[in-house]
């Protein structure tokens, strides 16, 4: 019995330019190099009868112009891959666009930064992202659970990836069906925004809680306050002394799971800040179950 994949689809063609790309694994079970391979296409309105589609010379009928191009090491009408490096990854970006399953991350506060996901019927599958901020970068992390009859597409190799998708740039993980024989497929995974620190000190007074610290001799308000803002990527505090002559000096413990605190070494952290200053803290998630706990002290 032959091992095939009959594969079709129907589509509007409007005025342009098209391209059939056709994949072709090797036999390895067969010691003859040579493949052959006869891709048919008709239109609607000029559909052949049944008794003609196995001919090639359709007359006068209006045909379509294809140009093929197999994977590398194949032999299909010439190796024209190397020529047109990354051809199927653009493929499947422009794919990715129309037809893909769209997430935006707009809860994030990044609405110009898009993921496209999506198993295709042919046999590949790709995540597409697409980042159109000016100072936001997506971060992802998958590993797959259960990855049987399939493969990553180099660069990416093995059961996990995990990229940076930094502003004005764009990016594409595909996968590739091994067997005929189907898939399965689960994975988890985190996704989420990393901003740059001036576009988060902006994000953090918009968005952030504000708490007012008090002056502990009368316990009245003064003019420090303390933003705090919880995102996707983690939680970050703001700092800021509006003060003309006051300081304020407290340590702050931080007791976390799944959470790393940027540019700062230990769990303890000694603000003191002047009129005038501010201090920003970072702390960025490393997994999506995090959790934290702060005490704060004076002295």
Same mark, same amino acid.
């Given at each position: ?7 079709s689809?129907d589509h ?12 072709v694994?090797?036999?390895k079970?067969?010691?003859? +190099?040579? #493949?052959? !391979?006869? $891709?048919?296409?008709? *239109?609607?309105?000029?559909?052949p009868?049944?008794?003609? =589609?196995?001919d090639?010379?359709l ?7 294809l140009?093929?191009?197999a ?20 493929v499947y ?25 999506e ?6 599958g790709y ?13 992802e ?6 990855? +049987?009859? #399939?493969? !990553?597409? $180099?660069?990416?190799? *093995? ?8 502003? =004005?740039?764009?990016?594409i ?15 988890s ?5 990393i ?9 953090i ?9 008090k ?22 505090y ?6 003309p ?20 070494e ?12 501010s ?6 998630a ?14």
């Open positions: 019995m032959k091992l095939y994949r009959e594969y689809e509007i063609f409007y005025e342009g330019d098209y391209i059939v790309y056709i994949v694994e090797k036999n079970s067969k010691k003859t +190099d040579s #493949l052959k !391979l006869l $891709p048919q296409i008709y *239109g609607s309105e000029f559909m009868a049944e008794e003609e =589609k196995g090639t010379s007359g006068d009928m209006p045909y379509i112009n140009t093929l191009y994977k590398k090491g194949s032999t299909l009408l010439g190796d024209e891959y190397a020529k047109h490096p990354q051809f199927i990854e653009k970006s422009s794919c990715a666009i129309t037809s893909g399953d769209r997430f935006v991350y707009e809860a994030d506060g990044a609405p110009q930064c898009v993921k496209y996901s198993v295709r019927k042919e046999g590949y995540t597409y992202f697409e980042n159109n901020s000016d100072d936001a970068t997506i971060k992390a998958v590993t797959y659970t259960m990855f +049987d009859g #399939l493969e !990553l597409v $180099p660069p990416f190799k *093995g059961t996990s990836y995990e990229v940076l998708v930094p502003p =004005k740039t764009s990016m993980v595909l996968l590739k069906q091994t067997s005929n024989a189907g898939y399965n497929l689960s994975f995974y985190t996704s989420n925004i901003f740059t620190t001036d576009a988060m000190k902006r994000r007074k918009e968005y952030g809680t504000k708490a007012t610290r002056d502990p001799r009368v316990n009245w308000d003064v003019d420090i306050n303390v933003y705090t803002l919880k995102h996707g990527g983690g939680i970050c703001l700092y800021e002394n509006l003060t002559n006051s300081i304020l000096e407290e340590k702050v413990k931080f007791k976390t799971n799944g959470l790393e605190i940027v540019g700062e230990g769990s303890d952290i000694c603000i003191n800040i002047g009129p005038g200053e201090k920003f803290i970072e702390l960025r490393v997994n999506s179950n995090w959790n934290i706990q702060t005490s704060v002290s004076y002295g």
